[in-house]
């Protein structure tokens, strides 16, 4: 123990991996309390006027992200479906004269 120091103070700065282990456990719970709770608590990147936007959800970044990766592989099939099946080209060429 050093000078003036209390028991508790001095195992504190302790290297003990187990210490270490379970206090960032707790933090871990903490922070993921907290971001499970209310959607008041979320940070605000714009304010314009009435309008607040804040920073979107789990949920909401999972929807789009889903939305943004169908979308391209809908893109990549249509663009092979018209470089290798002459049917589907002349739909396509069909529709462009409509």
């Not at 922070?31 to 940070?43: A, I, L, V």
């Not at 990147?45 to 789990?58: A, D, N, R």
């Amino acid at each position: 123990m050093g000078k003036g120091k209390t028991p508790a103070e001095d195992s504190s700065k302790s290297k003990d991996p187990e210490i270490f282990l379970k206090s960032s456990k707790s933090k871990k719970r903490n922070t993921t309390d907290n971001s499970t709770s209310g959607s008041s608590e979320r940070e605000v990147l714009i304010k314009v006027g009435g309008f607040e936007y804040k920073t979107p959800t789990k949920r909401t970044r999972v929807l789009l992200g889903s939305l943004v990766i169908g979308l391209n592989v809908l893109l990549v099939l249509a663009t092979a479906l018209y470089f290798y099946v002459p049917a589907f080209k002349d739909f396509i060429y069909n529709i462009g004269r409509t």
